[in-house]
């Protein structure tokens, strides 16, 4: 059994922040062994990557949308792999989903990925 819940969506004004959460429940493998990675999809549009990290947290990828702006990290003792957003901007509205990967990397393909949470709406207003 495999959940990955996020949290922490909300509207926000432009410039403002947000910072989101996504709690990792696995059997028989520990949130250690998975990369985790950030994607989004806003309405009429496919998924993009957002941001990935290593099962360490030692290695972090970004999209160029975001980079500069969007943070990620992982505390592996609470299962959690965390979103800082600033500087948002309209075009970052869309649902955010977590995903976790079975690897030491992370990827930018979702197709990557194994594992695949509800998602969590972001929406910023201009």
């Known amino acids: 059994q495999v959940q990955l819940v996020e949290s922490g969506g909300g509207l926000v004004q432009a410039g403002g922040s947000l910072s989101l959460s996504c709690v990792a429940s696995f059997s028989g493998r520990s949130f250690a062994s998975y990369a985790m990675g950030w994607f989004r999809q806003a309405p009429g549009k496919e998924r993009d990557f957002v941001t990935a990290i290593s099962w360490s947290g030692g290695n972090t990828y970004y999209a160029d949308s975001v980079k500069g702006r969007f943070t990620i990290f992982r505390d592996n003792a609470k299962n959690t792999v965390y979103l800082q957003m600033n500087s948002l901007k309209p075009e970052d509205t869309a649902i955010y989903y977590c995903?976790?990967?079975?690897?030491?990397?992370?990827?930018?393909?979702?197709?990557?990925?194994?594992?695949w949470g509800q998602g969590t709406q972001v929406t910023v207003s201009s």
């Open positions: 995903a976790a990967k079975l690897d030491y990397s992370g990827s930018r393909f979702a197709y990557n990925y194994d594992y």
